[in-house]
């Protein structure tokens, strides 16, 4: 059972808009950053966002995130095939003194 | 450019250890944070540990305490993991991971080592 809770699966149509949700506690989410990653089909993960909403370099501005309080939240905007893959929220927990993950959410596109 | 480059596959009886390896190149292997994360077949990202670039130390997850453990040799740019008393859950893809923003942060990733239990 992963310390952060996130929706299993996400699906939307090319084009549209979806949003993963990712909720923590006070020790984690509420206080620190939230990063996410994306992991394709049968590869390693890789940084998709950090410090709750900036993008590393090569990640387009269809992708977005945010934060509040104990709840973070990343937005895909005009959905494209090549999104579909797993996401991941996850953060520094200062009482378990590491990272915590979030379940992960397979994003479908239909 | 920054890159991680993992240790070959290992197959492994219950009971035995492991030992992988993550070699860094391309940046200035001391002063970034290391990681080590897994995955089990069709599960999600495990935490397992994170070595400090100041000093060295480490920190594990609760639940690999007393059965992992994390070095590095900073003259080679290299970080190991060695897990222990291993059983058929141990059966993973191991991911060494790195950055230089903080502890909480994967910047970049190895493509992964697969670690097979099994009698």
């Known amino acids: 059972q992963s310390v952060l809770t996130q929706p299993p699966s996400a699906s939307g149509t090319p084009g549209q808009r979806v949003t993963i949700s990712c909720s923590g506690s006070s020790s984690d989410i509420g206080s620190n950053a939230v990063n996410w990653y994306q992991q394709l089909p049968g590869t390693a993960p890789k940084l998709l966002m950090y410090?709750?909403?900036h993008r590393p370099s090569g990640v387009p501005d269809r992708f977005s995130g945010s934060k509040s309080g104990t709840s973070a939240s990343l937005a895909i905007s005009g959905l494209q095939s090549e999104d579909e893959a797993d996401y991941y929220c996850?953060?520094?927990?200062?009482?378990?003194?590491?990272?915590?993950f979030g379940g992960g959410t397979k994003l479908t596109v239909l | 450019q920054v890159q991680l480059v993992q240790s070959g596959a290992e197959v492994k009886k219950p009971g035995a250890s492991v030992k992988v390896s993550c070699k860094a190149s391309?940046?200035?292997?001391?002063?970034?944070?290391m990681h080590w994360v897994r995955q089990a077949p069709g599960q999600g990202l495990e935490w397992m540990t994170i070595i400090n670039p100041t000093g060295g130390s480490t920190s594990y997850a609760k639940k690999f305490q007393g059965r992992v453990t994390m070095t590095r040799d900073t003259s080679t740019s290299t970080v190991y993991m060695e897990l222990s008393s291993l059983r058929s859950e141990d059966t993973a893809v191991y991911y060494c991971?790195?950055?230089?923003?903080?502890?909480?942060?994967?910047?970049?990733w190895g493509k992964g080592t697969t670690v097979t239990v099994s009698s």
């Open positions: 391309g940046y200035s292997f001391a002063s970034y944070y």
């Open positions: 996850a953060a520094w927990d200062d009482s378990l003194n590491g990272v915590v």
């Open positions: 410090s709750n909403n």
């Open positions: 991971a790195s950055s230089n923003r903080g502890p909480g942060l994967m910047d970049v």
